[in-house]
């Protein structure tokens, strides 16, 4: 089971980046997907999840209004689409797939049994 991250890289402030998380080895349409990111020398941060069922996407406070999850279960894919980028969002991107998380736990990282290999996304200023 293996899940690949991609599409991060070296934006200005402002700009958009759109982030795809491909999983491969077993279906992923039962799973709970989250994007998780991380600084160097800093606890994984959650960003976003979202559940089986494609309910509305639970998102950091941060990124609000910003950003938007979506799935493809037909695909095996989840998306991040980041609009108007901060450097604060200058991180690791990580996607993240668990099939028995419960609702309360969607935002921590060590609930989650599959992980990505990270995604580089810089914001300049």
């Known amino acids: 089971v293996q899940l690949q991250a991609c599409g991060g890289g070296l934006v200005q402030a402002g700009a958009s980046l759109r982030l795809s998380c491909a999983a491969s080895g077993r279906s992923f349409s039962r799973a709970t997907l989250a994007w998780f990111r991380q600084n160097q020398g800093q606890e994984r941060e959650f960003v976003a999840a979202i559940r089986p069922t494609n309910s509305n996407p639970i998102y950091e406070d941060s990124v609000k209004g910003r950003f938007t999850m979506s799935r493809d279960n037909a695909k095996n894919a989840v998306y991040l689409q980041m609009d108007s980028l901060k450097p604060d969002d200058t991180a690791l991107y990580y996607c993240?797939?668990?099939?028995?998380?419960?609702?309360?736990?969607?935002?921590?990282?060590?609930?989650?049994?599959?992980w990505g290999q990270g995604t580089q996304v810089t914001v300049s200023s």
């Open positions: 993240a797939a668990d099939f028995r998380i419960i609702l309360s736990s969607v935002r921590q990282a060590d609930q989650y049994d599959y």
